[in-house]
Structures are given as structure tokens and as C-alpha cells.
Nanobody
């Protein structure tokens, strides 16, 4: 069992930056591919970024490539999402998720995640 708790959301102006954190409980954190998924108001959840169990492979949605960076620190059971050059379209609830899969597989479908966090709200003002 893995419990995921996101933090770091908030209100930021367009062009600004935020870093989201996802703290995981459980001793098996290091075996999971970790990902970030977001849901904007009135829209379906969409994949944002993923990092595999070793940190050697990452995947990003086209809409965030070059602006967002995912990383993990297994010693702290934490995965991060550094978000730069934020746009109003990035406004959403950001969820952390874990799955026994590859980063590319997580990018192709967000169905079948093993564990989800409750989300943290990011609001980007214009």
C-alpha cells in the first residue's frame, strides 16, 4: 500500500514558477513509476509527466515539454514537479499517481494507476 500526499500548489502569475511535491508512504516507493496528472475545470484528467522507478526515463505531455521537469528522491520517498513559465492553461488540480509500469506506458494512458493522491490546486492568473 502506498499513500500519496501532494503539496506546493497555489496562486501564481503567468510566467511564474511553482514546485509541486508528492510524499509517499510505504517501503516500496522505489519500485513504482511515479506520475503527475492534472484536471482543469470542466475537463477530463490528462497526463502531465512521469518518471520511472530508477529515474532514468521520463515522459512529458507535449503541452508541458521544455517547461516542466519531473524528478524523484527515493531517500525522501518524494517526487517533484518543477513548473516554469506557467500559463493560465496550466490551471488545474494536479494529482500524483503511482503505478508498476513504464513512464511511456503511463503517458499513453492514465487508466489503471495503482495509487492516487488527493490533488493540489494550481491557479495561474493572466
Amino acid at each position: 500500500q502506498v499513500t500519496l500526499v501532494e503539496s506546493g500548489g497555489g496562486l501564481v502569475q503567468a510566467g511564474g514558477s511553482l514546485r509541486l511535491s508528492c510524499a509517499a508512504s510505504g517501503r516500496t516507493f522505489s519500485v513504482y513509476t511515479m506520475g503527475w496528472v492534472r484536471q482543469a475545470p470542466g475537463k477530463e484528467r490528462e497526463f502531465v509527466a512521469a518518471i520511472n522507478w530508477s529515474g532514468s526515463n521520463t515522459a512529458y505531455a507535449d503541452s508541458v515539454k521544455g517547461r516542466f521537469t519531473i524528478s524523484r528522491e527515493d531517500a525522501k520517498n518524494t517526487v517533484y514537479l518543477q513548473m516554469n513559465s506557467l500559463k493560465p492553461d496550466d490551471t488545474a488540480v494536479y494529482y500524483c499517481a503511482a503505478s508498476i509500469t513504464t513512464a511511456q506506458a503511463m503517458a499513453s494512458t492514465i487508466n489503471g494507476m495503482d495509487f492516487w493522491g488527493k490533488g493540489t490546486l494550481v491557479t495561474v492568473s493572466s
